[in-house]
């Protein structure tokens, strides 16, 4: 994060000094901007043909998933790498955080969307649970245990259809399953 300066973006943007700082003024606004440029980038990992759609069940929403992480893992490990430097900068600058979190809900909240849809009786702790599984994946491949190693698309696609048939199956997720209680219903 200390490369991120005003001055290294106009160099590598081949922009005149003081470009950047016309736009962003301060570091925050630096931070912001780069923010906002990587969720637009991360937003064009899939065509808009190729998002999922409920109507498809479990199957499409795997499918879906699992083109944009194979892609993420493949083509842009730059953009995950992007991703945690300003996930860390922002545990430090709690005004960076609350930016982050609103850019983060343009892709939460139509995961949300598409899980109440596909039949999630609870698409709230299923968005959390996917995406807690999905970021667990990008950072063991890209600069955790795993990161000489990238997953195959069918493995993924078998990874999430697990997950949304097990979230989405109403055996699995019934109050009235045995399986679900807790041990001090015993």
Known sequence: ????????????????QGSTSNHARTRLALLETAVRRLAARESQVLSVDELPTPTGGPASLA?????????????????????????????RRPELRTFCDETARQFREPLTALLQAAGSPTPERHTLSLVAWT????????????????????????????????????SLTSPSNPGNSSPSDA
Do not use: K, W
């Not at 994060?1 to 005149?16: N, Y």
């Not at 245990?145 to 493995?155: A, M, Q």
């Open 63 to 91: 499918d879906g998933m699992a083109l944009a992480l194979h892609r993420y893992l493949t083509h842009h490990p730059q953009l995950l790498i992007c991703r945690y430097e300003l996930a860390l900068e922002a545990t």
């Open 1 to 16: 994060m200390r490369g991120l300066t005003h001055r290294a973006v106009d160099e590598t943007a081949h922009l005149p």
């Open 135 to 170: 970021e667990g994946i990008m950072f063991s491949c890209v600069a955790g245990s795993f990161h000489t190693s990238t997953p195959t698309l069918p493995d993924l696609r078998t990874g999430y259809t697990e997950l949304l048939n097990a979230m989405l199956s109403p």
